[in-house]
């Protein structure tokens, strides 16, 4: 089945510790997302990628980090530089405007 | 920029009723797309419904149609013999220039009573 996968589901991170998220796509889709979602914020952008080796700073890139090496995959880390790294983690490829999203990395900070 | 408003932070249905969130939004793109996502419990995101803007007919997908003014940049969701299984979180999203990403509106929380 063609979809985006994204792992781990659950994460939990130390203070002071960077953690990387993961997002695969087998759609063939040139561009990808991160989205992080806070109650009441509706999803807001951290960094897209409209092809590979290539990746843009979104509305909220501070503390975070990408690469795009291959077309299938679009990790995102979480550095120490992030003070309130507690959110839920969308990403989404898009073909056109619409966008398909994975089932999202829920990271906590402990 | 690009904006969009979800004025409703919840709305309750009951079963079988219908039921019409509301969504404006602000762009300066003269090529743009509107959508409704729903997110349940799961927290995956569903794409219910889209509308091109230059398309002046009003998009439909089984019971959930939208109202779109383009003049008024309005596009409100209607769902028809609501179900168990529309409660959920709904959002409102404009899509349009270079980036490609979607603008969000904050959502909607969907509750439907039996």
């Known amino acids: 089945d063609g979809g985006i996968t994204q792992s781990p589901k659950y994460l939990f991170r130390k203070e002071g510790q960077n953690v990387t998220l993961s997002c695969e796509q087998n759609?063939?889709?040139?561009?990808m997302y991160w989205y992080r979602q806070d109650p009441g914020q509706g999803l807001r952008l951290i960094y897209y990628?409209?092809?590979?080796?290539?990746?843009q700073k979104g509305d909220i890139a501070e503390g975070y980090s990408v690469s795009r090496e291959k077309k299938e995959s679009f990790p995102l880390t979480v550095t120490s530089a992030q003070k309130n790294p507690t959110a839920f983690y969308l990403c989404?490829?898009?073909?056109?405007?619409?966008?398909?999203f994975g089932q999202g990395t829920r990271l906590t900070v402990v | 920029a690009q904006t969009v408003t979800q004025s409703q932070p919840e709305m309750s249905v009951q079963e079988a009723e219908t039921v019409t969130l509301s969504c404006t939004y602000d762009?300066?793109?003269?090529?743009?797309?509107l959508f409704w996502y729903k997110q349940p419990p799961s927290r995956q995101m569903i794409l219910v419904i889209r509308?091109?803007?230059?398309?002046?007919q009003n998009a439909t997908e089984n019971r959930f149609s939208v109202n779109f003014q383009k003049a008024a940049k309005s596009f409100s969701l209607k769902i028809s013999d609501s179900q168990l299984g529309d409660a959920a979180m709904y959002f409102c999203?404009?899509?349009?220039?270079?980036?490609?990403?979607?603008?969000f509106g904050k959502g909607t929380k969907l509750s439907v009573k039996p």
């Open positions: 762009t300066s793109e003269s090529d743009y797309y």
């Open positions: 999203a404009v899509g349009g220039g270079s980036q490609g990403n979607l603008i």
């Open positions: 989404a490829s898009s073909i056109g405007y619409e966008a398909f």
């Open positions: 509308q091109e803007a230059y398309k002046q």
């Open positions: 990628s409209q092809i590979v080796n290539d990746f």
């Open positions: 759609l063939n889709h040139d561009a």
